[in-house]
C-alpha cells in the first residue's frame, strides 16, 4: 500500500535530516572530551585559548563550506552534495579520532566542519524544495530536532565515557561514535527524490514532473496539483532566467533579495547572541561559577537535552499552525528573560557561597531557556532562510546566511573564555540585553512566511513594506493556497481537453 503523499514527503526530509544528527553530536561531545585526562595528556595540555580553538575549528570548517557548497548544489544537485558533505566529514571524524597531537584534532575539526556545514545548510534547502506548503515547516525544521537527537546522544554517550572509561578510549570512543550516522546517508540518499526544483533549473522538465508526482500523488503525473505545482515552478525558473543570468549578481543588487539576504544574515548572528552557543560549549565553566562541579554538569547536561528535543518536537508540531514570526519573537523575549534572572542568582549567590536552592534556580533557568530556544529560535532559523528566496538564488544565499551563522558561533566561541576571566558573571548581560533587542528587530522587520508557495515569495517580499506591522497583507491558509494550485491545476487540463476537441484529432 502506497504511503499518503505527505508521509512519503516527510519521511525523505527526515531521512535527509540525519546528517543533523552528526551536527548535534559533535557540537555536544566536545564538552567530555576537553575534560578527559588522556585527551589532555596527547593534545599537551591546551590552555584555554587552545581548548577554544579547538572548539572553534569546526566551525570555521563549516564558515569555510559555504564559500563553495552554494554553487556546488546548483551544478551537481543537493543529493550528490549531501554525499560529498558526508565523505568530508567523514574524514574529519576519523582524523579526530586517530589524533596523536592538538594539530589533529585542529585539522580533524576544521574538516568534520566543512562537512558539518554543507550537510547544515544542504538538508533544509533540500527539504524545502520537495515539501508540500502546508508542511513546509515541519519540514525544514527537522533538522533542528535532528540536531537535538544527536545533542542527546552526545550527553548520555559523553556523560557514560567521562565516567565508565579511562585512558584514550574515554575520548577516542566518543568521538569515532560521531561518524556513524553520515554512512547509511551517504550510502542511501540516491534512492531519495532529487529537488524537482533543481530539475526544473537545469531543463530537465520531465523529470521534475515525474519527481512531483512521486513526491506528492503517488506517482501520478495528470494529478491536478502536481500539473498545477509543475507549470508554476516552470514558469518561474523561466522568469528567473530571463530576469537574470548571475544568480550572485541578482542577490545584490535587486532591492528585494537584498533586504530578504541582510533579514537571513541577522537571523544567524541573532542565534549566537541569546548565549546558546555559551552554555552548550563551556557549562562546565559556567556551573563551576555557581558551584557545581563537572561530573555534576555532565549528568544536568543530559537533562538538558532531553528538554531541548521536547522544544524541537513543539516546534515540528505547531509551526505549520503558528507561522514563523510570532514563535521567534515570543521565544527571543522570553530567553532574554531567563538571561536576565540567571544573571541575576549567579551575581548573588556565587560559587562559595552554598546555597542549593540558588543553584537550582539557575539550572531552571538554563533548561528553562533551553526549551524556549528549541521550540523557536534554534529551528526557525536554518528553516526561514531556505524559504525566503527562489530557486536561482536560494542555494547561494542559504550558503551566505549559513556562513554568517558559523563565523559568529566562531566568535562567541572565541570571545567567552576571556570574557569569563575578565568579567565574569557580567558577560551574561550581553545575552540578557540581546533577547529582547532581537525580539524587536523581528517584530519590526520579519515578515510571516507560513504557507507561502516557494514560486510566489518573491511577489510577496516585493509588496510587504520593510516596517512590517503596518502591513495590511493578509495570508491565506496553507491548505487553502494548495487547494487554489490544484483547482488551477484542473481548469489547466479540462482548457487542454476543450482545445483538442475543438481542434479534433
Not at 549567579?346 to 537550582?360: E, Q, V, Y
Not at 515578515?447 to 503596518?470: A, W
Request: neutral net charge.
Amino acid at each position: 500500500m502506497a504511503l499518503p503523499p505527505k508521509v512519503y514527503t516527510w519521511l525523505c526530509g527526515l531521512f535527509a535530516a540525519l546528517g543533523s544528527v552528526t551536527f548535534g553530536y559533535d557540537l555536544g561531545i566536545i564538552a567530555s572530551v576537553l575534560p578527559a585526562e588522556d585527551f589532555n595528556r596527547v593534545a599537551g595540555n591546551p590552555d584555554a585559548t587552545a581548548q577554544g580553538l579547538i572548539v572553534g575549528c569546526l566551525l570555521l570548517g563549516a564558515f569555510a563550506s559555504n564559500i563553495y557548497v552554494g554553487s556546488l548544489a546548483d551544478w551537481v544537485g543537493r543529493r550528490v552534495s549531501i554525499i560529498a558533505g558526508c565523505l568530508i566529514f567523514l574524514l574529519g571524524g576519523g582524523i579526530q579520532t586517530g589524533a596523536q597531537n592538538v594539530s589533529y584534532m585542529y585539522g580533524g575539526r576544521f574538516l568534520a566542519g566543512m562537512g558539518i556545514g554543507m550537510l547544515a545548510m544542504l538538508a533544509p534547502l533540500y527539504q524545502a524544495e520537495i515539501a508540500h506548503p502546508s508542511i513546509r515547516g515541519r519540514l525544514t525544521t527537522l533538522q533542528q530536532f535532528m540536531l537535538g537527537i544527536g545533542a542527546l546522544i552526545a550527553s548520555f554517550i559523553g556523560y557514560g565515557c567521562f565516567h565508565g572509561l579511562t585512558g584514550a578510549a574515554q575520548w577516542r570512543l566518543p568521538l569515532g561514535i560521531q561518524m556513524l550516522p553520515a554512512l547509511p546517508l551517504a550510502l542511501f540518499i540516491l534512492l531519495l527524490p532529487e529537488s524537482p526544483r533543481y530539475l526544473a533549473m537545469r531543463g530537465r522538465d520531465q523529470e521534475a514532473l515525474h519527481v512531483l508526482a512521486r513526491l506528492h500523488a503517488r506517482g501520478d503525473i495528470h494529478d491536478s496539483f502536481v500539473v498545477a505545482e509543475h507549470h508554476e515552478i516552470l514558469n518561474q525558473v523561466a522568469i528567473e532566467k530571463e530576469e537574470t543570468r548571475d544568480a550572485w549578481v541578482q542577490l545584490f543588487t535587486k532591492r528585494s533579495n537584498l533586504r530578504r539576504l541582510l533579514l537571513g544574515i541577522a537571523l544567524q548572528f541573532s542565534v549566537q547572541m541569546t548565549g546558546v552557543s555559551v552554555i552548550q560549549y563551556y557549562s562546565p565553566q559556567i556551573f563551576a561559577s555557581i558551584g557545581i562541579d563537572t561530573s555534576t554538569t555532565l549528568g544536568l547536561q543530559s537533562g538538558n537535552s532531553v528538554i531541548a528535543l521536547i522544544g524541537e518536537g513543539l516546534c515540528v508540531w505547531f509551526i505549520d499552525r503558528l507561522g514563523r514570526r510570532g514563535p521567534l519573537i515570543w521565544s527571543n523575549a522570553i530567553s532574554g528573560l531567563t538571561f536576565v534572572i540567571g544573571t541575576i542568582i549567579i551575581k548573588l549567590f556565587p560559587a562559595g557561597s552554598d546555597n542549593a536552592n540558588a543553584s537550582r534556580a539557575f539550572v531552571a533557568m538554563t533548561w528553562l531557556f533551553n526549551l524556549v530556544f528549541s521550540s523557536g529560535i534554534g529551528p526557525l532559523s536554518w528553516a526561514i532562510p531556505v524559504e525566503m528566496f527562489n530557486s536561482a538564488t536560494r542555494a547561494k544565499a542559504t550558503a551566505l546566511t549559513s556562513a554568517a551563522a558559523w563565523i559568529s558561533n566562531f566568535m562567541i566561541a572565541q570571545v567567552t573564555p576571556p570574557a569569563f576571566a575578565n568579567v565574569g558573571w557580567r558577560f551574561y548581560l550581553v545575552f540578557a540585553i540581546c533577547g529582547f533587542t532581537n525580539a524587536l528587530f523581528f517584530w519590526a522587520f520579519l515578515p510571516e512566511t507560513r504557507g507561502i508557495p516557494l514560486e510566489e515569495l518573491d511577489e510577496y517580499f516585493e509588496k510587504v513594506p520593510f516596517f512590517v506591522p503596518h502591513s495590511q497583507l493578509h495570508l491565506s491558509a496553507a491548505e487553502t493556497r494548495e487547494e487554489e494550485l490544484r483547482r488551477e491545476g484542473a481548469e489547466d487540463m479540462q482548457e487542454k481537453e476543450d482545445i483538442k476537441h475543438i481542434d479534433g484529432p
